[in-house]
T-cell receptor, first 113, second 115 residues
Framework: KNQVEQSPQSLIILEGKNCTLQ??????????LRWYKQDTGRGPVSLTIMTFSENTKSNGRYTATLDADTKQSSLHITASQLSDSASYICVVSPPSGYSTLTFGKGTMLLVSP | EPEVTQTPSHQVTQMGQEVILRCVPI?????FYWYRQILGQKVEFLVSFYNNEISEKSEIFDDQFSVERPDGSNFTLKIRSTKLEDSAMYFC?????????????FGPGTRLTVT
């Protein structure tokens, strides 16, 4: 069964600190992996998308890594800001069709002043 | 910047009633989607729609659900006879092309509460 597991479930960090969120998946075959940011009560917003041949992708202070061999991805946030407080969702896609898009449950990040 | 909009932001309905959730996708996008997220759970795919037809649907999207593009701008999700377990956040999304490498833009969601 295709699964996406994220850790930690929640995380509190001080403003200005860095953090790394983890995503392990069992989706196979694999097409691409996305990280989304979801503010409370809002829709997900895409941060990065990586195909199986890419192993890193940056978007400002967000850097995602992918190891397709171990089926692991991470999202690193540098110099955190209060506005980074949100849920971060890992989504994995196989090559065909949208019905098999597999979402993780997300990591809830709270950046405190 | 263009964005997907959804109305209403919150809908409360009684069990057994019909509800219609509305979405206005980004204007030059051709592919439309509905997702739902039960409180505390992961986002789940419901249906994708292109050229006035359903492209793909999940097991969740049973006969109680239907989608329609009634005019050139709106995209609707209808639930015929709501159940308590339909209570969730419903997200509409759109993309300019098909394929999981194309970006899907999500709306802010409609919170549906069935009592």
């Amino acid at each position: 069964k295709n699964q996406v597991e994220q850790s930690p479930q929640s995380l509190i960090i001080l403003e200005g600190k860095n953090c790394t969120l983890q995503c392990n998946y069992t989706v196979s075959p694999f097409s691409n992996l996305r990280w989304y940011k979801q503010d409370t009560g809002r829709g997900p917003v895409s941060l990065t998308i990586m195909t199986f041949s890419e192993n890193t992708k940056s978007n400002g202070r967000y850097t995602a890594t992918l190891d397709a061999d171990t089926k692991q991805s991470s999202l690193h946030i540098t110099a955190s800001q209060l506005s980074d407080s949100a849920s971060y969702i890992c989504v994995v896609s196989p090559p065909s069709g949208y019905s098999t898009l597999t979402f993780g449950k997300g990591t809830m990040l709270l950046v405190s002043p | 910047e263009p964005e997907v909009t959804q109305t209403p932001s919150h809908q409360v309905t009684q069990m057994g009633q019909e509800v219609i959730l509305r979405c206005v996708p980004i204007s030059n996008h051709l592919y439309f989607y509905w997702y739902r997220q039960i409180l505390g759970q992961k986002v789940e795919f419901l249906v994708s729609f292109y050229n006035n037809e359903i492209s793909e649907k999940s097991e969740i999207f049973d006969d109680q659900f239907s989608v329609e593009r009634p005019d050139g701008s709106n995209f609707t999700l209808k639930i015929r006879s709501t159940k308590l377990e339909d209570s969730a956040m419903y997200f509409c999304a759109s993309s300019e092309a098909l394929g999981t490498t194309y970006e899907q833009y999500f709306g802010p969601g409609t919170r549906l509460t069935v009592t």
